[in-house]
DNA sequence: TAGATTGTTAATCGATTAACAATC
DNA sequence: TAGATTGTTAATCGATTAACAATC
């Protein structure tokens, strides 16, 4: 049952539905309408139905949601069912920050080890996580069934290296430098870009700005 | 001159633009058209001259847009031709890397100080950023012309503490706060939710492997 | 059963792409 | 001037919202 595709817009709102779903589940709320949810959530009814309905009727008329339920379909949509091992390339601040937070494993994103070239923090730990040097990138992630590599590294070098790391068989990079990577079609790439993330606040304030003064 | 409403879906792709134009400035190259400039960032050519068209004129025809003309006037379209006065409120692993990332401070994005409420904390340094107690929240943001609060805090406090912030003044926050926050119409707010994020790369990934079982 | 609420089709709205006249 | 390329209008495509029949 090959997945027809999911436009890129619905997939961007299944994490926060799955937020809104867990924070339900400690409420101790077991049964939801899209109605009730559209109004936590601001956003219509009718686009929450479509948008679960894109990947089955997980709900009932006259009842509406299971919580519980709906809560564990998502997290299945989402592949956080199953563990994901994960390497961090780049042990500056921010890999670390990433390593040390403990959040990701909890949902099942098991950070095994980070790489870098600076021969000062190779063999150091973070927590219990060890700092490797980028020559052992291609063993450790054949032998530890590597499926994502975060990148933490200057723009320069990101390219290559995310390459390296595809080659020898990572399928996804969570991409923090400020660049967009070229890699083969069926890799995943998710990009955090932080730089753009301000400049769309600046934009925001700028226009705030401008509304003050003729308002 | 009230600006007509742009869509986000413009707003998004300002600074990726931004980025190109510096990239090809870089290079030495001072002129570009829409399509060669399509090329490049692998988007149509039409929609390269709709977005630009929404801010002006900026090109030419029969030439196409000069790099740093265009360059400058996107920086100034996104606010980023003047300073931002910043604070971090939360001073863990996630608020320690944001301060000592250099390159905000390039863009003008300037780290005045950073606030947590940990007492073993407070009175520390981040390069020559302070820690600073809550209770300077106030008379900080109020004297140093704070515009800007990243909030790198657990959920639980965010809406609180961002509500007290842009009580004191604060006009925009950066929002890393697994939450939405709720906060007045006329804050601007900019969401960085990693772990939204980690989870749209695993939704890929899960159906990259489908993919696989079945191709 | 009657009432509620889904799943789904149809209508609307908005964003992207194509086309081309204006003009450098 | 002729050629190139923009700015902008028109056409298409896709996503969101509305409506309602199906059904629990």
């Keep these: 049952m090959a997945k ?8 961007k ?4 539905y799955y937020r809104y779903l867990g924070e339900l589940l400690e409420e101790g709320i077991d049964r939801i309408s899209s109605n009730e949810l559209s109004e936590r959530m601001r956003v219509t009814a009718s686009q929450i139905r479509q948008d679960l309905n894109n990947f089955g009727g ?17 997290a299945k949509i989402l592949g956080i069912d199953t563990k994901h091992n994960m ?8 890999g670390l920050a990433i390593a040390k937070y403990a959040n990701f494993g909890k949902r099942g994103f098991i950070i095994k080890a980070l790489f870098d070239k600076n021969p000062e923090l190779i063999g150091k730990k973070v927590g219990d ?9 291609e063993s450790f992630i054949k032998e530890n069934d590597i499926e994502i590599a975060a990148l933490t590294i200057p723009k320069g070098d990101a390219t290559a290296i995310a390459q390296e790391a595809v080659s020898y068989g990572v399928r996804a990079i969570w991409n923090f430098a400020h660049t967009d990577l070229r890699l083969p079609e069926y890799v995943t790439v998710e990009n955090v870009h ?13 226009w705030q700005e401008k509304d003050d003064i003729n308002g």
């Design 4 to 11: 027809k595709e999911i436009s890129s817009a619905v997939i």
């Design 87 to 94: 390497i961090i390339i780049g042990a500056g601040n921010l």
């Design 58 to 74: 997980f709900g009932q008329q006259g009842y509406g949601y299971n919580v519980r339920y709906l809560h564990e379909e998502i």
């Design 129 to 137: 996580i060890d700092i490797l040097d980028m020559d052992m990138l």
């Design 13 to 16: 709102r299944l994490p926060r």
């Design 194 to 206: 932080l730089s753009d993330s301000l400049m769309r606040l600046s934009y925001n304030i700028r």
